[in-house]
T-cell receptor
Framework: DAKTTQPNSMESNEEEPVHLPCNHSTISGTDYIHWYRQLPSQGPEYVIHGLTSNVNNRMASLAIAEDRKSSTLILHRATLRDAAVYYCTFNNAGNMLTFGGGTRLMVKP | EAGVVQSPRYKIIEKKQPVAFWCNPISGHNTLYWYLQNLGQGPELLIRYENEEAVDDSQLPKDRFSAERLKGVDSTLKIQPAELGDSAVYLC???????????FGQGTRLTVV
C-alpha cells in the first residue's frame, strides 16, 4: 500500500501561512504526489499534485524534497474556509490514490 | 459542469436490511471509483470501473457488497444485508481516465441501527 505519514492536526491563525508536512519514504520514482482536502460533510477536493519540481496553483503551493521522500503543502494566507482535513497521497502501481488519516487543519480568527 | 452526483445524501436503515447507493459521474468520465470512509479516517477504495468493467474490486467484501455500472455511465453500490459496522460515508468519484485526478461526490452517509 502507498503509505504516507502526516501530523494528526495543526493549528494556524487566519491570514498567516500554513505549512502542512507529509512523509512518503516508500514513493517510487514515477509516482506523483497528490494533495486533497476535505471540508466538513463534503467529499475530498483536489488541491495540487507534482512529481519533482515545486508546483504552484491558485489554491496552494507544493514543495517537494529533493529526495522526494517528503513534501509540504503551503497555504500562503490561511482563511477560515481553509479549515479542513488535508490528505497527502501518491499513486501506487495501479494508479489509484490511497489515502491515509490526513491532517486536520484548524484556523483561528 | 455538474459534478459527481450521489444519492441519497443520508440513509438510516436497520441491520439486516438491504441498501443501495447511486452515483452519476461527470459526463465523459470513463473511470469510476467507490470509496468507503469511516469516521476520522481517510477514504478506502472499494472498487474501480473502467467504463463498465470492474478492474479492481479486491477490497470489496463480496459476501454482502455488490456494484454495477451497466452502461458505463452511472453506478450503484449495494449492501445486502447491512451490518452495524457498515455505518460510514460511501463516496463515489470519477475521472476522465485512470491517469487523471478523480473528482469526488459529496457522499452518502449510511447509519445502520
Amino acid at each position: 500500500d502507498a503509505k504516507t505519514t502526516q501530523p494528526n492536526s495543526m493549528e494556524s491563525n487566519e491570514e498567516e501561512p500554513v505549512h502542512l508536512p507529509c512523509n512518503h519514504s516508500t514513493i517510487s520514482g514515477t509516482d506523483y504526489i497528490h494533495w486533497y482536502r476535505q471540508l466538513p460533510s463534503q467529499g475530498p477536493e483536489y488541491v495540487i499534485h507534482g512529481l519533482t519540481s515545486n508546483v504552484n496553483n491558485r489554491m496552494a503551493s507544493l514543495a517537494i524534497a529533493e529526495d522526494r521522500k517528503s513534501s509540504t503543502l503551503i497555504l500562503h494566507r490561511a482563511t477560515l474556509r481553509d479549515a479542513a482535513v488535508y490528505y497527502c497521497t501518491f499513486n501506487n502501481a495501479g494508479n489509484m490514490l490511497t489515502f491515509g488519516g490526513g491532517t486536520r487543519l484548524m484556523v483561528k480568527p | 459542469e455538474a459534478g459527481v452526483v450521489q444519492s441519497p445524501r443520508y440513509k438510516i436503515i436497520e441491520k439486516k436490511q438491504p441498501v443501495a447507493f447511486w452515483c452519476n459521474p461527470i459526463s465523459g468520465h470513463n473511470t469510476l471509483y467507490w470509496y468507503l470512509q469511516n469516521l476520522g479516517q481517510g477514504p478506502e477504495l472499494l472498487i474501480r470501473y473502467e467504463n463498465e468493467e470492474a478492474v479492481d474490486d479486491s477490497q470489496l467484501p463480496k459476501d454482502r457488497f455488490s456494484a454495477e455500472r451497466l452502461k458505463g455511465v452511472d453506478s450503484t453500490l449495494k449492501i445486502q444485508p447491512a451490518e452495524l459496522g457498515d455505518s460510514a460515508v460511501y463516496l463515489c468519484a470519477s475521472s476522465l481516465d485512470r491517469q487523471r485526478n478523480p473528482t469526488f461526490g459529496q457522499g452518502t452517509r449510511l447509519t445502520v441501527v
